[in-house]
Nanobody, 122 residues
Framework: VQLVESGGGLVQAGDSLTLSCAAS????????LGWFRQAPGKEREFVAA????????RYADSVKGRFTISRDNAKNTVYLQMNSLKPEDTAVYYC????????????????WGQGTQVTVSS
């Protein structure tokens, strides 16, 4: 499975941004999907995950209530709607796919995109 993220950019604090991740080369609906991020000098961290059908979601406490993960299996795409962005949300955001039902753990994801930069200015 190949994953390609898009939608990153430079925004101001309080703005919104939607990331997309398009998948190809596999049966999209067989995979649960996750978003992770890595800020400069920090380890990669879990952001959000969604199960195969889109009915079950998990979020990191730091983004709960501000970010929404969704998927469109007909378009082979997963989204991350980010509202009320904060400077601490600045990071490279990665989408990932796993055959595990749903996971918050990076090592359980088999496929990763190249990432898209999100920068939030204060």
């Amino acid at each position: 499975v190949q994953l390609v993220e898009s939608g990153g950019g430079l925004v101001q604090a309080g703005d919104s941004l939607t990331l997309s991740c398009a998948a190809s080369g596999g049966t999209f609906s067989m995979y649960s999907l996750g978003w992770f991020r890595q800020a400069p000098g920090k380890e990669r961290e879990f952001v959000a995950a969604i199960d195969r059908r889109g009915g079950f979601r998990r979020y990191a406490d730091s983004v709960k209530g501000r970010f929404t993960i969704s998927r469109d299996n007909a378009k082979n795409t997963v989204y991350l709607q980010m509202n009320s962005l904060k400077p601490e949300d600045t990071a490279v955001y990665y989408c990932a796919a796993t055959t595990v039902l749903i996971s918050l753990l990076g090592p359980q994801y088999e496929y990763w995109g190249q990432g898209t930069q999100v920068t939030v200015s204060s």
